[in-house]
């Protein structure tokens, strides 16, 4: 940490427009990468603090860099939810710094990450504080890279997603359309979390981001089977993977339990930190190994659908995982994770997604996005040609078959007519 504090330190007081400086942005900018061969791994955060009290840091992380002018890139649910805990401001910056309230505008697109970048160079801004779900934490690393890496801190107040370990930023267009990720040269200064802030959190981000944790385990597992025995570095990414499920399987159902009962247990701490470290893990130690792969491509296809627009990411990934499944034919595992989908209150079908479309037009659709040309389900291990828009068609209309007949030989209630799906709220 101390080196791109010092770094950036030099910067703070010597900024200017020099070529050197010039030529340091323009290698920040990233571009979108969806292909890169072999094994890359970014490791995650400088530091990472996981405590009840753990904002009371931020003062000495602040104060070591010498950052006094200080942006807040905040959701408007988690910034109400951490500010309860954060030091006063004259606390986290002292007395002569200044703070910079930023709203987030809801979607992690070029436009915002835009707005934020020029609100910070403007302002001269040291270092960017971003509170909130995981769009937030992605275009503060965006804007904060484009903005001439300063450092950023972040401060997560959802367990939903690996944003705040993971070194790259998921982009959406400003209707909320998956674009593709970008991923960073650079690592973020700090996560700072106080499981206090995500133990007030809605159960159903909780839900969704076990179910796009557990997804770790099904996308990835064959692509880092396949590594070379001497990449060591996918092999501890297989590790994670593995947790990833093992954890969520032992432990995925109390903590949504504790959680709606606002109770921190050992459970619950643990889903916390496997849905945003172990999970971010599988990709800082796989690199394109550990990607995301088929579950993720079907969710972009989900995701265009109008009837989905705004429903929770892992939710459609938790989908994603029973196509991708299907498509594979590992029938006994889809098997498996039906009972444990029962239990965690995801969606089998479509009609428990909430998927309102005509069936024949919504398939269509989801299998034509999901094999777009720069689509992750091209990555899925053992492949020799690119996943057929048929293909997916097929085992959508199996999965669905699969489901219908379930349902009916053990006479379950549909989760969809108990367990409502939710919709994502910008604010978070
Ligand atoms: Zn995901």
Known sequence: MRTQMNETQENSTGRGTGSAELTRRARCIPQLIHDEPGLVAHSGPQQYVFRPGAYDDLPRLLRVGGYSRVAILHGRIGWS???????????????????????????????????????????????????????????????GL????????????????????????????ADGTPVGHEVHPTQVAAVVIDPRVLVDSPVEYLRAGIADTLAKWYECSGALDD?????????????????????????????????????????????????????????????????????HAIHDGLSVLPSQQGALHGIKVAYGTLVQLALENRWEELDELDSLYDELG????????????????????????????????????????????????????????????????TALVPVASSVPVPLAHPGI
């Open 346 to 409: 995801l969606p089998h079908s479509l009609d428990e997604l909430g998927v309102t479309e005509e069936s024949d037009e919504a398939i269509a659709t989801i299998a034509r996005v999901a094999t777009l040309p720069m689509k992750t389900i091209h990555q899925l291990a053992g492949r020799t040609r690119p996943v057929a828009e048929k293909e997916v068609d097929t085992a959508i209309r199996a999965l669905e078959d699969h489901e219908r007949e379930r349902v009916s030989s």
């Open 146 to 173: 484009r903005a001439g890496d300063i450092p950023v801190i972040l401060l997560p107040t959802l367990a939903s997603n690996c944003s705040a370990w993971a070194c790259l930023s998921v982009l959406y267009e």
């Open 81 to 143: 939810k951490a500010r309860v805990y954060l030091p006063d401001s004259s606390d986290l910056v002292g007395p002569n710094g200044s703070i910079l309230d930023i709203p987030f505008s809801g979607e992690c697109c070029i436009e915002e990450i835009e707005r934020v970048r020029a609100l910070v160079v403007d302002r001269d801004i040291h270092a960017i504080l971003a509170i909130g779900g995981g769009k937030v934490l992605d275009t503060a690393k965006a804007a």
């Open 227 to 295: 590594a070379p025995s001497w990449d060591l570095s996918a092999g501890l990414a297989r590790h994670a993977a593995l947790q990833c499920r093992n954890l969520l399987t032992a432990h995925g159902v109390a903590a949504l339990r504790d959680l709606e009962a606002e109770r921190a247990t050992d459970s619950l701490l643990t889903v916390f930190q496997v849905n945003i470290q172990i999970a971010g893990l599988v990709g800082s130690f796989g690199g394109a190994y550990g990607r995301a792969t088929a579950a």
